[in-house]
């Protein structure tokens, strides 16, 4: 029987990085939540790192599996529980390297609590890098003062909605999440989220791109009549497939945009390398 270490030494998973800066350690990625989200945060996290050099970057491991069950029908009691596979795969990358992790996954982090329990690897919350990206906006230009509170529209699955754990994240940061809009959701995020998990991102792009008008329509009509709670100071990206289609837009926002893929990858960076920017450094 080949135990799981043994097992990623003899696939070269291990002994090349023992002899490069960082002792062995990895990154690890729990993406395939769709493969073209996971993909699409490992190439943001490579563009967020301060490398000159291959050898700078992070060393990563991506589980990329799409047959993990469905998040959704879990939720609604109508499928089986992704945990064990997951907790599954967790186990299989400390048992390769790796020391801590993120989820390309918003509506995965429902079970974030029982994955760091049973998986045993620290996990780093996207909910938390979220606020973080909102608290550093800096409405209208670069020298403006970074945002303190925010009132954001959360742009996710219905999972991620039920699921609840961005709201007291935000408020943690001092930033309010604005009511759930059915028809928005119906109209234009779900067919969007679905048309990526398809590859068809011109279609994505087109929905992801008619709801940022609706949204700013609801904000000027706000604005103009003085109701100061329902305006809007930054929409959230919190499905790992809507950046894809905000991508594909193709054309300025008329609203401000924090991508929650991309938080995430920035907070992978500050985790790694610590304090100092300079991957000659890294602790």
Known sequence: MITEPARCHRLGMLRPMEKTRGNGRLLGVLGGMGPLAGADFVAKLIRATPAARDADHIPVLLWSVPQVPDRLAAM???????????????HRMAACGVDRVAIACNTAHYWYDELVAAGGLPILHIADAAAEAVSALRPGDADAPATRSARVVLLATRGTHRAGFYAPRLAAAGHRVLPHDEDLQRSFVDPAIEAVKACRLAEAGGLIGAALDALASSAARAAHDGRDDEMIDAVLLGCTELPLAHAAMDRPDPLPVVDATQALALACVRSWFGPSPDPAVQP
Request: charged letters at 25%; zero cysteines.
């Open 76 to 90: 609604d009691g109508r499928g089986d529980s992704p945990v064990p596979m997951l907790v599954d795969a967790l």
